[in-house]
């Protein structure tokens, strides 16, 4: 059964800094880019950040390009997002989530929520 | 930037069929996702590739599109697809969702 489990959320003023993490199971985690995709409380779904199965290529949507950080560590089935320079509108649960075979997302994790207050 | 248009809102009886449509531009050249979200979950890949589903989802939930509007139809809806659904597509190397629609069982 393929797992995501994210941690690292919480309470951080404006201006500061946290790094989540998604840890994966039950599948070949090298093998899959991975993304990140944020909800704020009551709102929809807004993509975040991608990244490869190799690290050779990361992407990011333009309200957190320069504040954030996507990377992977395929020997531990990991990948971090780091968030500087944090917002008060970047408040949102955090989900990780696989890049399936067909530019969808297949398995989600259930999310970390980040405060910036 | 790239925009998909829900319908804030859905309502269905028990047992109907619900439409739901996800509109842009040119979103007929591009491949389209739907997503559920059950309250408080995570959300759950219901189609693929504009009309495909993953195992596991069930045969009332299919896709169709024409021209630049994709339409996500449960067909004799149930208490448990109460949820907010979201499409997705990329433009220019970007995941764009849809805002969601509250599909609500009357």
């Known amino acids: 059964e393929v797992l995501l489990e994210e941690s690292g959320g919480g309470l951080v003023k404006p201006g500061g800094s946290l790094t989540l993490s998604c840890s994966g199971s039950?599948?070949?985690?090298?093998?899959?880019?991975m993304t990140w995709v944020r909800q704020a409380p009551g709102k929809g779904l807004q993509w975040v950040s991608s990244?490869?199965?190799?690290?050779?290529?990361?992407f990011y949507a333009d309200s957190v390009r320069g504040r954030f950080t996507v990377s992977r560590d395929n020997a531990n089935n990991s990948l971090f997002l780091q968030l500087d320079s944090l917002r008060v509108e970047d408040t949102a649960v955090y989900f990780c989530?696989?890049?399936?075979?067909?530019?969808?997302?297949?398995?989600w994790g259930l999310g970390t929520l980040v405060t910036v207050s | 930037s790239y925009d998909l248009s829900q319908p804030p809102s859905v309502s269905v009886s028990p047992g109907h069929n619900a439409g739901i449509t996800c509109s842009g531009n040119?979103?007929?050249?591009?491949?389209t996702y739907w997503y559920q979200q059950r309250p408080g979950q995570s959300p759950v890949l219901v189609i693929y590739?504009?009309?495909k589903r993953p195992s596991g989802i069930p045969d009332r939930f299919s896709a169709s599109k024409s021209g630049d509007t994709t339409t996500l139809t449960i067909t004799g809806t149930q208490t448990m697809d109460e949820a907010d659904y979201y499409c997705?597509?990329?433009?220019?190397?970007?995941?764009?969702f849809g805002g969601g629609t509250k599909l609500t069982l009357l």
């Open positions: 989530a696989r890049d399936g075979d067909y530019g969808d997302f297949d398995h």
């Open positions: 039950g599948f070949s985690f090298r093998s899959y880019a």
């Open positions: 990244i490869n199965s190799r690290s050779t290529n990361t």
């Open positions: 040119q979103l007929g050249d591009k491949y």
């Open positions: 590739h504009d009309s």
């Open positions: 997705q597509a990329w433009d220019s190397g970007s995941v764009i």
